[in-house]
């Protein structure tokens, strides 16, 4: 039970860590000055949304996502939500490309040979069908965000009164909202393609309490930081790049290495949520339907991976308070 609780909440953990979010980008959208608050309600949400939707593709022993959606939505929504979804994850995955192109910009690999790269790998993923996505969440993930907090708290140990909460100061509050509803949809696309593989409520609860509480601290940990780098934040289209600024080449190298990483296996989710609900009308191989997707989505990713995040991450983050 253990065993598997941790393979779904590094799978949760993937979806979330991608290029928005493990490259500060997509905090920084969202939280910023006085956002502790906002952090911690935050946490309590989506580990409750979390476990809601565990439980309901668990009980429908769902292949993809659409019966989760009609449980939370009844049928009529349910209409307009897959559609959403649909696009939601397209976008998405386009914003995870561009991101796989702009993170290697800084060990000098150009922008289009880095989405490349990328697409070239999520369809060779496909190959083992879903197992292949959540093989590859299991080996990087832990990697990724040990790496990511020693930087964090190393950050913080060189920088006084970092970890301090005014909580007479907290006005940014209602943004947990917004941000726990931008995760909402992809988490629905990912969780309902398991259900059929969740064998116990234990695990539900392992993967829900485990993934929410880890994302609450990294989430605090990392916003803190930004915030007092905010002047540097601007300048960099990547923001954990001004953490990172004052460090050895070797860990900006590794770091960017680790991010793309985590880039790859967000974009996978995304693949994942989409050739599994296009599977049941085309009956292609994953593979196959992941290459289709893959070569409409490269002419997309021309308008910029930041450009991209500011300007579709808010939308789906009102959009999705519905749901």
């Given at each position: 039970m253990i065993k598997a609780g941790l393979k779904w909440m590094f799978l949760i953990l993937g979806t979330m860590i991608g290029a928005g979010y493990a490259s500060g980008r997509e905090l920084w959208q969202f939280f910023g000055q006085e956002s502790a608050v906002a952090i911690g309600l935050f946490t309590l949400l989506f580990i409750i949304s979390t476990y809601v939707m565990m439980m309901l593709s668990y009980k429908g022993q769902t292949i993809h996502y659409k019966p989760v959606l009609e449980k939370l939505l009844g049928g009529k929504m349910t209409i307009?939500?897959?559609?959403?979804?649909?696009?939601?994850?397209?976008?998405?995955?386009?914003?995870?490309?561009?991101?796989?192109?702009?993170?290697?910009?800084?060990?000098g690999i150009p922008y289009w040979v880095g989405i490349l790269l990328i697409s070239g790998c999520l369809v060779l993923l496909f190959i083992r069908g879903n197992k292949g996505v959540i093989s590859i969440?299991?080996?990087?993930?832990?990697?990724?965000?040990?790496?990511?907090?020693?930087?964090?708290?190393?950050?913080?140990?060189?920088?006084?009164?970092?970890?301090?909460?005014?909580?007479?100061?907290?006005?940014?509050?209602?943004?947990?909202?917004?941000?726990?509803?931008?995760?909402?949809?992809?988490?629905?696309?990912?969780?309902?393609?398991?259900?059929?593989?969740?064998?116990?409520?234990?695990?539900?609860?392992i993967a829900a309490l485990g993934s929410g509480l880890l994302l609450g601290i990294i989430s605090f940990l990392y916003n803190e930081s930004l915030v007092h780098v905010g002047n540097d934040v601007m300048i960099y289209e990547m923001p954990l790049f001004a953490l990172l600024k004052n460090y050895p080449y070797a860990m900006t190298f590794v770091m960017t290495v680790l991010l793309w990483c985590a880039i790859y296996t967000t974009a996978a989710s995304g693949i994942l949520g989409l050739v599994t609900r296009i599977k049941k009308v085309f009956h292609r191989p994953l593979w196959e339907i992941a290459l289709g997707l893959v070569l409409i989505m490269i002419p997309f990713t021309t308008v910029g991976f930041a450009k991209l995040i500011t300007i579709l991450y808010p939308i789906y983050g009102i959009l999705n308070l519905y749901s």
């Open positions: 307009l939500y897959d559609g959403m979804i649909f696009i939601y994850l397209f976008t998405t995955t386009v914003v995870m490309l561009a991101g796989g192109g702009a993170a290697l910009i800084a060990v969440n299991i080996i990087i993930i832990p990697l990724l965000i040990l790496l990511l907090v020693g930087v964090l708290l190393k950050f913080g140990q060189t920088t006084k009164g970092l970890w301090i909460i005014d909580f007479t100061h907290q006005s940014n509050w209602t943004s947990a909202f917004t941000f726990t509803a931008l995760n909402v949809l992809p988490l629905a696309a990912i969780l309902g393609a398991i259900g059929r593989e969740i064998k116990s409520k234990g695990e539900i609860w």
